[in-house]
């Protein structure tokens, strides 16, 4: 790169006044000058997406300046700076969260309008970035969204580093990746796109960068090489020895990319109500240009060409498991591609600024999202004893300082194991140094706990076994100096059950932070006429970064005048909903009926199956009444969607059921509007942005003790709708803040008939229908098998399904299995009877729309604490020990 030219001073004052503005005639201007010399189409005629194209860049180009001036302002401070590692990130869709974040929404709005366009049409062009599988990535997203606007200086990174430190103020106006900064990996594929087919469901590749990307930025030059395989040597040094790590030396004629580039995409993400917009930086892979002479001498230049181009599959796909762990080759390269160009990043930056590692606590927080970048751990320690030559000791010291770990799961087979044939070939010094690491830790750990073999064992890094590996959350544990849960219960189940060992040693690390999601895109985004009728009724637009003020509406959940624009609110939003699902599967719905509402991942533990084997039991329950009794049913559309993964058949088979059941039931000319069945194929962020503000009922029935936290719940209640649910992850708080407070006598008793626990036969005065086994009852439930009573009508829904009642009896046989005869892992049979009870009460409260309008606004009042501002919050003077750093307006 050539010598830099910069801009005398006086001619940079010069041009300050360029500033873009932001009244409707120069956002005009703007757009058709990008509809012109970006889009390259004439400014007299271009389509929407056209438009699209030019609107999104001159928002970008107002993303731009911001962050120029955030990156100056954190260069000048030198704050604290939190990178937030995360391989996955799901952003959706970027362009009307950026305008209503830098508050030109409606300007844009405006200056549309007189071009003959209409803004929410022009946003719909736009695809979803869909850079991950579920919560875990939507909640990086949400935690990048509370970050910017509370001023933090972080970088999520997607594998999401967020950071900064740099470099010399001579470069001031050089925007460059000396700052902050999240990091990610670019995948040219996202997760897949779920299209069914004769009721069965099928993945295609998601190519979401085909149409172009306007919110990343290309750095060309900001590149570092990443390098695998080869062999560990020893070295002479200061008279003794050392290691020497030599990429590719064993493999480079049978790897021809041992060694690849990682080129830094940068993503700006505006804070609400602030200037400050950090950076999501994700890394695509490219050939290097370490020109590998060899295979270019042998004059096949061609071959070796194509050759080189497979350095890109590195980055190429994200993995759509979302929570089983296959001991890839490649998704292990991913991970550590991500992991050494982040550190690459955020060390250099630190050199730049820094002479001396011992500060690099003092300016750095590495946040491991889940175990996915746990090799950053082994990646640091090579850096700093390999190449930065100091002592073990002392980079140790450095390392259980900088890390800490949030685990987002309990279950066992969601825990990364990676193989060490596997680790040997790929990165053989890596190895070595998590095999030191857990030398010294078991030599410590004997000192602690005497020689328990088998707590030993169970406690190390390494699991000997018929394929010895390394326990990434093992590792992971051993070296943050905190653990967090992502709720109270999942955080007591870590401390109890799946890292127990660990937690009777180091009782002080394990913590947790209560996920939240972001109001800004979960409501201001979503949900318009909602956040309006808030403003209006709250007389401030301050909830907006202050969720806790939505406990000012628990005031007014008996006015009727707030009833009715409620009411209102919510009906246009279900017409919506309406207007989408018709489009979609042709299903017309009535808007009277409840919206009932269960979407996320497909998983065994989240029991869809449960979900429709109820809808089977009423549409059961319509068919066997009497015609006059049908007038007392309560209108019902029930509405499932998620993605199942590639290689999960009982997923798989549970969208078939749902898809067979719903041609059934559709069809059925005694059923009518009494009950639909809508399965949403292709679910994802955009998809959740027009269901939940419709959705009346949302489901959220994992068997207790199964679901981390869980985040969708969240967001429906947010948006005023009643969950139907099980004590299991975040509900066990949301019970606890809709419950408590404010409740009058009065409402408390008429509550308590429409909100109970049927199994317990008691009544409970929670604004939610709650059912289900307990968790702490789970385990014993479970040792009872085929003996465990189950209701009749369990059996009686089964056997529908046994007998072909729905069709393809074979291919649904084993589902059936599944849930009988002692197979009942999920307790499906035990939680029916309650859930059917639970589901009962539901309809009768619909039916009170006065009471069910009140809950409903208790439900919004009442979900201040679930916003990822107080997350965020907690995990900046907890966990990483940063401060704001406001960039002056
Ligand atoms: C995921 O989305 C979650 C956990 C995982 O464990 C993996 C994925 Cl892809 C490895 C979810 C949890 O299931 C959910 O309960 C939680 O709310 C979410 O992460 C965010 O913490």
């Not at 990646?379 to 190449?387: P, Q, W």
């Not at 965020?872 to 704001?884: L, M, N, Q, V």
Request: hydrophobic share 40%.
């Amino acid at each position: 790169r050539g010598g830099e030219t910069r801009v005398g001073v006086e001619r940079m004052f010069g041009l300050m006044d360029r500033f873009l503005k932001s009244d409707p005639s120069s956002l005009q201007k703007d757009i058709l000058d990008h509809v012109e010399y970006t889009v390259a189409r004439s400014r007299f005629s271009f389509d929407d997406f056209e438009a699209y194209q030019a609107l999104a860049h001159s928002v970008r180009d107002r993303l731009i300046e911001r962050w120029h001036d955030t990156q100056l302002h954190f260069k000048k401070k030198d704050p604290k700076r939190i990178y937030f590692l995360s391989m996955e990130f799901l952003m959706g869709r970027s362009l009307s969260n950026s305008v209503i974040n830098l508050g030109i929404r409606d300007q844009y709005a405006d200056a549309l309008k007189e071009l003959g366009f209409e803004f929410e049409v022009l946003a719909e062009q736009e695809g979803d970035a869909a850079l991950g599988n579920g919560g875990l990535a939507r909640l990086s997203a949400c935690q990048m969204d509370s970050l910017a606007t509370m001023d933090y200086p972080a970088w999520g990174c997607i594998a999401m580093i967020f950071a900064l430190l740099i470099s010399n103020l001579l470069r001031l106006c050089e925007w460059d990746s000396s700052t902050d900064t999240c990091y990610g990996l670019r995948y040219q594929y996202g997760l897949f796109r779920q299209v069914i087919l004769d009721g069965y469901q099928h993945e295609q590749p998601d190519y979401w960068l085909n149409f172009g990307n306007p919110w990343e930025i290309e750095r060309v030059h900001v590149t570092y090489p990443v390098k695998f395989y080869g062999t560990v040597e020893d070295e002479n040094f200061n008279g003794g020895k050392r290691k020497v790590w030599l990429p590719g030396e064993t493999h480079k004629s049978l790897v021809p990319f041992w060694q690849v580039e990682a080129v830094a995409y940068d993503n700006p993400i505006p804070g609400h109500g602030t200037r400050n917009t950090i950076t999501l930086r994700l890394w695509a892979a490219k050939p290097s240009d370490q020109i590998d002479m060899e295979s270019y001498n042998t004059g096949d230049y061609i071959n070796a060409v194509v050759n080189r181009q497979r350095a890109e599959t590195i980055s190429s796909v994200l993995y759509p498991d979302d929570r089983s762990y296959q001991g890839k080759e490649l998704r292990l390269k991913q991970q550590y591609f991500f992991v050494s160009a982040s550190l690459q990043d955020i060390i250099r930056r630190f050199k730049d600024s820094h002479s001396n590692f011992d500060d690099f606590p003092a300016k750095v927080a590495l946040q491991l999202n889940d175990t996915h970048p746990s090799l950053a751990i082994a990646e640091v320690m090579r850096v700093l004893v390999d190449e930065e030559h100091l002592d073990w000791n002392r980079a140790w010291d450095i390392v259980c300082k900088i890390f800490s770990f949030t685990s987002h799961t309990v279950l066992p087979e969601a825990l990364e194991k990676v193989p060490v044939d596997l680790l040997e070939s790929l990165l053989p010094r890596h190895l070595q140094i998590i095999y030191d690491i857990n030398f010294d830790y078991i030599e410590e750990l004997k000192k602690r706990i005497g020689l328990d073999y088998d707590r030993l064992s169970r406690m190390s890094i390494v699991e000997d076994g018929a394929i010895k590996s390394i326990r990434m959350a093992n590792l992971a544990i051993v070296c943050s100096h905190t653990v967090n849960g992502v709720s109270r219960v999942h955080s007591e189940l870590l401390k109890t059950r799946v890292f127990k060992d660990f937690y009777e040693l180091w009782p002080h690390k394990f913590d947790y932070k209560t996920n939240g999601v972001t109001q800004r895109r979960w409501i201001v985004v979503s949900n318009p006429s909602l956040s309006a009728l808030i403003s209006k009724w709250l007389g401030t637009e301050a909830w907006i970064r202050d969720m806790d003020l939505l406990a000012g509406l628990q005031d007014q959940a008996a006015n009727a005048d707030l009833h009715e624009e409620w009411r209102m609110v919510r009906k246009v939003n279900k017409m919506r909903l309406a207007e989408y699902i018709e489009a979609m599967s042709g299903i017309k719905v009535s808007v009277s009926a409840m919206f009932d509402v269960q979407i996320k991942r497909m998983h065994e533990y989240k029991r869809q199956l449960l979900n429709i084997l109820g809808i089977i039991h009423r549409y059961d329950c319509i068919k066997n009444m009497e015609k006059s009794d049908r007038t007392k049913v309560v209108p019902r559309v029930c509405i499932i969607g998620g993605k199942a993964a590639p290689g999960y058949e009982l997923a798989k088979k549970i969208i078939k059921l749902c898809n067979a059941v719903a041609e059934k039931i559709n069809n059925d000319p005694d059923v009518g509007d009494l009950l639909k069945l809508v399965f949403i194929p292709d679910y994802n962020v955009s998809v959740a942005e027009l269901v939940i503000p419709g959705a009346d009922l949302s489901q959220h029935i994992s068997t207790a003790g199964h679901e981390a936290s869980g985040t969708g719940s969240m967001k429906f209640l947010m948006n005023g709708c009643l969950l139907l649910a099980t004590e299991d992850g975040s509900t066990v708080e949301i019970i606890e803040e809709i419950g408590k407070d404010n409740m009058e006598e009065e409402w408390i008793r008429s509550a308590s008939s429409n909100c109970f626990t049927a199994a317990a036969g008691k009544f409970v005065d929670s604004r939610m229908f709650l059912f289900g086994a307990k968790m702490h009852e789970v385990p014993a439930l479970r040792e009872k098998g085929p003996t465990l009573k189950v209701p009749l009508q369990f059996a009686r829904v089964v056997r529908m399904v046994r007998d072909g009642y729905f069709g393809f009896q074979d291919y649904f046989e084993s589902l059936c299995d599944k849930v009988e005869g002692g197979n009942d892992f999920y307790l499906l049979g035990h939680d029916f009877q309650s859930y059917l009870e639970a589901q009962a009460a539901a309809d009768k409260a619909f039916v009170d729309q006065e009471k069910w309008t009140r809950m409903s606004i208790l439900s919004t009042a009442g979900s201040g604490r679930f916003s990822s501002d107080r997350t965020i919050e907690e995990y900046a003077e907890k966990t990483w020990g940063i401060e704001p750093c406001r960039c002056p307006f």
